[in-house]
């Protein structure tokens, strides 16, 4: 099973990215997806998950600015960040998991570094 997540780049506050998370198989259409980061010196955090019936769920910290979405045919999961912040500067990786983000199901893939300058 493999989790590639792409799309992080550096932006200025205010700024979108567009990140996209692959993963092998069905585990896309099969699973609750979430998003996670890491900022250095801090522990990983979750993000927004969906479930397989479509629901969704934020930190607090991103609610109103991040959406989440997924695309079963290309088992491909998507975090849309608007707004972006300095503090939302982390690395980025998507699982499988619960809806809530207290548990994973799959080793952490390679994540995308996500920089936004102030």
């Known amino acids: 099973v493999q989790l590639q997540a792409s799309g992080g780049g550096l932006v200025q506050a205010g700024g979108s990215l567009r990140l996209s998370c692959v993963a092998s198989?069905?585990?896309?259409?099969?699973?609750?997806m979430g998003w996670y980061r890491q900022a250095p010196g801090k522990q990983r955090e979750f993000v927004a998950s969906?479930?397989?019936?479509?629901?969704?769920n934020y930190a607090d910290s991103v609610k109103g600015r991040f959406t989440i979405s997924r695309d079963n045919a290309k088992n491909t999961v998507y975090l849309q960040m608007n707004s972006l912040k300095p503090e939302d500067t982390a690395v980025y990786y998507c699982?499988?998991?619960?809806?809530?983000?207290?548990?994973?199901?799959?080793?952490w893939g390679q994540g995308t570094q996500v920089t936004v300058s102030s």
């Open positions: 969906i479930s397989s019936g479509g629901s969704t």
């Open positions: 198989g069905t585990i896309v259409s099969s699973n609750t």
């Open positions: 699982n499988a998991g619960s809806f809530g983000g207290e548990w994973v199901h799959l080793p």
